[in-house]
Every structure is written in structure tokens, then in C-alpha cells.
């Protein structure tokens, strides 16, 4: 079992900027490929930025492609998402998500996930 616990989420106004993290803890003795996943009231879940278990590899989704970038520190069980010129588009409740994988490219589909945080809100305002 891994725990997925994520931080970082706020208020921030058009333009702004946050850093979201993901802190992993029980068995993160696996290899993981890891994601952020984000859903606003009354819409479905959709995928945001996922890496690779070894961090060689990222992909995004085309909305947040340029502004938002995703990283990892394994010695640190730690996932990072930092997400520049924020849009009020991009308000949504954010998810980490993590798949025990050796894959070189990640998982973009949420049904492929076994662990899930519990999320952080985002809100942008205009």
C-alpha cells in the first residue's frame, strides 16, 4: 500500500503561480509512475501531467502544456507539479495518483491508477 498525502493548494489570482507537491509514504519501495489528475464541480477527472518512475519522462495534457511543469524527487518519496500563469479555467480540486510501474512512458487515464490522495483545492481568480 502507498499513501499519497498532497499540498500546496491556495488562492491565487489570473497569472499567478503554485507549486503543488505529493509526499508518498508505506511501500515506495516500487518503482511508480506518478500523476496529477484535477476535477472541477460538475466534470469529469481529467489528466494533467504524469512522469516516469525514473522522472526520464513527462506528458501533459495540451491545457497546461508551456505553463505547468511536473517533477520528481525519489529520495524524497516526493512528487511536484509547478503550475505557472494560472488561468481560472485551471480551478479544480488537483489529485496525485500513483501506478507501481516500470513503463517508460506513464499511465494518462485515472482508471489506471491504484493509489489516489485526497486532493488539494486550486482556485484562480480573474
Known amino acids: 500500500q502507498v499513501q499519497l498525502v498532497e499540498s500546496g493548494g491556495g488562492l491565487v489570482q489570473a497569472g499567478g503561480s503554485l507549486r503543488l507537491s505529493c509526499a508518498a509514504s508505506?511501500?515506495?519501495?516500487?518503482?511508480?509512475?506518478m500523476a496529477w489528475f484535477r476535477q472541477a464541480p460538475g466534470k469529469e477527472r481529467e489528466f494533467v501531467a504524469a512522469?516516469?518512475?525514473?522522472?526520464?519522462?513527462?506528458t501533459y495534457a495540451d491545457s497546461v502544456k508551456g505553463r505547468f511543469t511536473i517533477s520528481r524527487v525519489n529520495a524524497k518519496n516526493t512528487v511536484y507539479l509547478q503550475m505557472n500563469s494560472l488561468k481560472p479555467e485551471d480551478t479544480a480540486v488537483y489529485y496525485c495518483a500513483a501506478e507501481p510501474t516500470l513503463a517508460a512512458h506513464p499511465p494518462r487515464f485515472p482508471y489506471v491508477y491504484d493509489y489516489w490522495g485526497q486532493g488539494t483545492q486550486v482556485t484562480v481568480s480573474s
Open positions: 512522469i516516469s518512475w525514473s522522472g526520464g519522462f513527462t
Open positions: 508505506g511501500r515506495t519501495d516500487s518503482s511508480y509512475a
